[in-house]
C-alpha cells in the first residue's frame, strides 16, 4: 500500500470517542454530577434489620416511593452483611445478593441513588449482638470466652472481640476474602446507573492498634484494595470512607489523602449521652455543630466531598427533636449529606414504629427541605421554623439548574438574584445574568 493511501485512510479513521464524562465524581469538596452540579446526598440508612438473617427487611417499591417522593429525600446507604454474602468461606450465596441487587435496583428506580454499606457491629456473628463479619473469619475460642455488657458498644473492649479485630488487621489473607466479597457484589451492581459507590466497612473497630495509626496504615491499605477492586466493575463508583468508630467519640481521624479521587469522607454524627440513652440536652446543640464542622474540615484537607453516613436517634428519648434539629442544622451549616438511621420499623430509632406508622417527631427534623444539586458553590443552608434559607455562589459554565428537594407539602419561594419555581416536589433556581451570590428562601404554608 503506498504512503499517500496508507495517509489518507487513517485520517479518514475518526478520532476516538472521548470517555463519557463519570455520572458522579468529586471536586472541590463536593460530589459532582454530570451537569458539574454539586450533588448533596440526603436520606436513610436502609436498615438496621439487614444486620440479622435473612440479611434483609421489609422494604418494597412504595416505601422507596415513600422516602423520594413524601420524605424529599434523594439517597439510600443500604446495608448488606458479608455473613450473608459469604456464610461459609470461598462460598457465596447468590441467592441473597441477588435479592440485594433487586432491592438496590427498587430503590433507583424510585429515583433513590444507593450506596452500599458492608455493616459490621461487635465484630461479627460469631458473638451475641454482633454482626457482619463471617463466624469462620475468627477463631472459635473468641466466641466461646465471650461474656456480653447490655451497652452494646462497651463490648467493643472486650477481650474476644479486640482479639477478632487484632487477628483481622494481621490478617492479608483474611482482609483479601473481604476485597473479593466486595468485587462479588460490585460486579452485580455495576448494571445499574443509580448505584453510586460502596462504604467498605461500618465503624471500624481499631482492636489493640492505636485508632489513627491503624487509619493511616492497615485501613487505608485495605480501603485501597477495595477501591481498586470495586472500580474493576465501575470505574467512577464512588467511596464512602468511614474513620474508625474512635472518631464518634470525639479523636481526630488518621485517615490519609487517596490519591484514587472520587472520594467521600462518611463519617457518623451522634452525641454521646444520647447514644447512652441519657436523652438530648439542648446545652449540647453547638457541640454537635462544632464536631460536624470538624468533620468538614478533615473532608476539605483530603480533597473529599463529606456525607454522614449516619445520625439519629431514639424517638422515645427526652429532648429528641432538639437533637434532630441539631443534626440538621450541622449537617446545614458544614454543607454534608446525610443519611438517617434508620428506615425500619421499631421503638427505637426507626423511622417508623412497629406498628408502620411514620414517626412525627423524628420526621419533623429528617423530611425537611435541602439543597438538592448546586449550580455553582454551596453556602450553608438552615431551616428556622417554617422558612428554609440556602445561599449559594452560582457557576454560569454550568447550565443545569439548582434544585432544591422538598418533602410533601405546599411551600412558596423567593429569590434574591435569582428566579425560584416551586413545581413537582422542587424548587428549581436560576441566577440571574451576572448574580455573584444567590439567597433563597422556601417557606412551608
Ligand atoms: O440501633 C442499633 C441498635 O438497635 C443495636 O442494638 C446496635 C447494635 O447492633 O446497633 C444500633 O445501630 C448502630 C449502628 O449499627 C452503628 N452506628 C450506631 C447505630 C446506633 O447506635
Redesign the pocket.
Known amino acids: 500500500m503506498s504512503r499517500l493511501l496508507l495517509l489518507l485512510l487513517v485520517s479518514c479513521v475518526p478520532p476516538p470517542e472521548p470517555p463519557p464524562a463519570p455520572a458522579f465524581s468529586v471536586a472541590r469538596g463536593f460530589i459532582r454530577d454530570r451537569e458539574g452540579r454539586a450533588l448533596i446526598l440526603r436520606g436513610a440508612n436502609v436498615s ?1 434489620h439487614h ?1 440479622q438473617p435473612p440479611y434483609l427487611d421489609f422494604h418494597a417499591a412504595d416505601d422507596f416511593a415513600r422516602m423520594r417522593t413524601e420524605w424529599g429525600m434523594n439517597s439510600v446507604r443500604f446495608l448488606v452483611s458479608w455473613a450473608g454474602l459469604e456464610p461459609v468461606r470461598d462460598t457465596y450465596d447468590d441467592v441473597y445478593a441477588d435479592e440485594v441487587v433487586r432491592r438496590v435496583k427498587l430503590a433507583t428506580d424510585a429515583g433513590l441513588l444507593v450506596f452500599v454499606d458492608m ?1 459490621q ?2 465484630y461479627g456473628v460469631g458473638f451475641a ?3 457482619g463479619m463471617p463466624r469462620w473469619t475468627c477463631d472459635e475460642a473468641n466466641y466461646a470466652n465471650y461474656r456480653p455488657n447490655p451497652l ?2 462497651l463490648n467493643y473492649t472486650s477481650a474476644p472481640v479486640t482479639a477478632c479485630f487484632d487477628a483481622f488487621w494481621k490478617s492479608r489473607d483474611l482482609q483479601g476474602k473481604l476485597v473479593a466479597a466486595w468485587s462479588h457484589l460490585a460486579e452485580r451492581l455495576a448494571g445499574n446507573p443509580g448505584w453510586i459507590g460502596f462504604d467498605p466497612l ?2 471500624p473497630y481499631w482492636g489493640s492498634i492505636p485508632p489513627d495509626v491503624l487509619e493511616a496504615n492497615r485501613l487505608a491499605s485495605l480501603y485501597r484494595d477495595i477501591i481498586a477492586a470495586v472500580r474493576v466493575h465501575r470505574a467512577d463508583a464512588l467511596a464512602f470512607l468511614e474513620p474508625t ?1 474512635s472518631r ?1 467519640l470525639g479523636v481526630p481521624t488518621g485517615l490519609p489523602t487517596f490519591a484514587e479521587g472520587g472520594i467521600v469522607y462518611a463519617p ?1 454524627s ?1 452525641d454521646g449521652d444520647a ?1 447512652q440513652g441519657l436523652g438530648f440536652d439542648p446545652a449540647r446543640r453547638q457541640l454537635l455543630i462544632d464536631e460536624v464542622a470538624e468533620l468538614r474540615a478533615e473532608a476539605d484537607a483530603r480533597g473529599a466531598a463529606l456525607v454522614l453516613g ?1 445520625y ?1 436517634g ?1 424517638a422515645a428519648n427526652p429532648g429528641i427533636g432538639e437533637y434532630m434539629d441539631a443534626e440538621y442544622a450541622a449537617a446545614g451549616q458544614a454543607r454534608a449529606g446525610a443519611m438517617y ?2 428506615y425500619s420499623k ?1 421503638d ?2 426507626g423511622l417508623l414504629a412497629a406498628d408502620g406508622s411514620p414517626k412525627p417527631v423524628l420526621l419533623a427534623a429528617v423530611a425537611r427541605p435541602y439543597p438538592e444539586r448546586i449550580a455553582g458553590e454551596p453556602g450553608a443552608w438552615s431551616m428556622d421554623g417554617a422558612t428554609f434559607r440556602f445561599t449559594f455562589t452560582p457557576d454560569f459554565t454550568v447550565k443545569a439548574p439548582t434544585l432544591i428537594a422538598l418533602p410533601a407539602g405546599t411551600f412558596t419561594a423567593t429569590c434574591e438574584t435569582c428566579t425560584a419555581t416551586v413545581q413537582g416536589g422542587q424548587v428549581e433556581v436560576v441566577a440571574a445574568a451576572g448574580a455573584q451570590s444567590c439567597s433563597v428562601t422556601v417557606t412551608r404554608e
Open positions: 438496621g444486620k455493616h457491629d461487635l449482638g454482633g454482626n452494646w458498644f461500618n465503624e468508630g464518634n457518623h451522634y447514644e449516619e439519629g431514639m438511621w434508620d421499631n427505637g430509632y
